[in-house]
């Protein structure tokens, strides 16, 4: 089996989609395979459609999957999802995503219904698509993480969709789902932990994956807004007893961090600065970017050389004027990171 690190995603399905295959990822669930698939979809085409195995109930030869756009979600049958792509279709030069989630979850029949669909090009009313304009990618849990106590469906896909389709094993990384944060507004209480201790990233109890970060992360802008403090309890409902400690510590302590307009505006906390770890330095940064503006272009280019790699990579993802501002890019050259960093020129 082809493996893939998280990091290594976008590319591939750029690659592949581009070459007209489907692609199929396995993966524990939770890793973030549909989080990154989604919000690829997202920038590169117009509209895409979700078909849900999971939410197939297996008396239905027709699920309840939904259509996804950038504006509004309507659930609808499964014929009427396939009626829905063909018309956005029809649109001329018009990209088209279908992610295709939990795809062992449906039955066999089911699963040639759908991909025979999409791979050959041709609706069930006979009517042919253009596949070069349609971005497939499936995704499924491995049947091996799926034992006796799982209440999930799962079917094998048949040989003959899997010659079909360019089939990955994703693997997560801390490296990778971290650079993901820092673009998708993942709280940074979230993201310093992870910084600071990516041993967090590898929990085997399977507490500590993208899916449970993202809800955590949510659950500490929640308190932002509410203004009140953070629970052990609550944090160990959502990443298990093992880690919640040092997520709830760092939420708590986070504050005491300095600002990165402080931090370019004056010389003092310039000073506290440069003592900071990689991580302090990484929260400092990535949080502080929105304020930032071009007459401090020299000060972040000193500051630039003391950051690493993968946080650097992460400012030139954010819309930002660092991002933006050619000037600003220049500072890719600072810190020994050009060969990371290149590709996103």
Known sequence: MTTLQ?????????????????????????????????????????QFIVIDGSQTPAELVQGIPYVSSQTDELHRELMAQMNQLKQALQEPETIV???????????QDDQRTIMNMVLAGEMPDGTRIDRNRLYVVATENPSAFMNDESDASVHDIEMALLTRMAVYEVVPDVTSWLTYAATAGIHPAVQFALRDNPALFNDEAHRTVPRTLTFLSKMFYAADQLQQPVLLQDVEALVGPENAAQFQYVYEHLNQLISLLDVVADQEAYDKFVT??????????????????????DKMRQLAELLPSDTLIASFQTDTIWAKDETLRTARFLAGAWEALQTLA
């Open 6 to 46: 998280m990091k290594d995603l976008p590319a591939t399905l750029a690659l592949q989609t581009a070459a007209g295959n489907a692609v199929l990822l396995l993966g524990l669930p939770g890793i973030g395979k549909t989080q990154i698939v989604q919000r690829w979809l997202a920038q590169q085409t117009a």
């Open 97 to 107: 995503g279908l992610n295709v989630e939990e795809l062992s979850s449906f039955s």
């Open 276 to 297: 900071l770890s990689d991580a302090e330095k990484s929260v400092v940064w990535l949080t502080g970017l929105t304020k930032i503006t071009a007459e401090y272009d």
